[in-house]
């Protein structure tokens, strides 16, 4: 059974850099089937579309976070990781990794998510 | 973007109940449209893909309709475990935006 394994720190200050980890347990990553996700909830609130990778490290960002936003993947660990940089207290939220698929015929999905990490940005 | 919209924000029914969520998109996305649970503290779960394919191991009592702006999530017969939060997200055009949810309640 797929895992997304996240891991990094729940308390960030602002103006400094967030940094995610998700540690995929099953070896789906390097597959050219799938792409990567990054999703974002603040508190009491709708999902918002961070960005995505491939396997091989083709990104796109949300244009509304692109400026700040850096994926990469380390295929030797399974890994995919994300920095937001110049946090502020807008950047508080629940931030989930997630695979996704895409559909032949057009469009895609996300079908395994990773457990959530509560950043919050605080002084 | 693409603007979704999900109808009500929140809904209250009992076990045994017919249920239907309605989403709208702010332009044609075709069939390309998501629905996910979600329960408190607990990552979304796919339910539907592709507006009207259920995810293997969800239950037969969730199906999906519509195509180009708007669609529709309905729970035939609600169970306990049904009480949830539920998002709608479109796939036609990056980023994939995501309805502002709707919350089943008791």
């Known amino acids: 059974q797929m895992q997304l394994q996240q891991s990094g720190p729940g308390l960030v200050k602002p103006s400094e850099t967030l940094s995610l980890t998700c540690t995929v347990s099953?070896?789906?990553?390097?597959?050219?089937?799938?792409?990567w996700g990054w999703i974002r909830q603040p508190p009491g609130r709708g999902l918002e579309w961070i960005g995505n990778?491939?396997?091989?490290?083709?990104?796109y960002y949300n244009p509304s976070l692109k400026s700040r936003v850096t994926m990469s993947v380390d295929t030797s660990k399974n890994q995919l990781s994300l920095k937001m940089s110049s946090v502020t207290v807008a950047d508080t939220a629940v931030y989930y990794c997630?695979?996704?698929?895409?559909?032949?015929?057009?469009?895609?999905?996300?079908?395994?998510w990773g457990h959530g990490t509560m950043v919050t940005v605080s002084s | 973007d693409i603007q979704m919209t999900q109808s009500p924000s929140s809904l209250s029914a009992s076990v045994g109940d017919r249920v239907t969520i309605t989403c709208r998109a702010s332009?044609?996305?075709?069939?390309?449209l998501n629905w996910y649970q979600q329960k408190p503290g607990k990552a979304p779960k796919l339910l539907i893909y592709?507006?009207?394919n259920l995810q293997s191991g969800v239950p037969a009592r969730f199906s999906g309709s519509g195509s180009g702006t708007g669609f529709t999530l309905t729970i035939s017969s609600l169970q306990p475990e049904d009480f949830a939060n539920y998002h709608c997200?479109?796939?036609?055009?990056?980023?994939?935006?995501f309805g502002q949810g709707t919350k089943l309640e008791i």
């Open positions: 332009q044609s996305i075709s069939s390309y």
């Open positions: 990778i491939s396997y091989s490290g083709s990104t």
């Open positions: 997630a695979r996704g698929v895409a559909v032949r015929s057009g469009g895609a999905f996300s079908d395994f």
């Open positions: 997200q479109q796939s036609h055009s990056l980023p994939f935006t």
């Open positions: 592709g507006a009207s």
């Open positions: 099953v070896g789906s990553f390097s597959s050219q089937t799938y792409y």
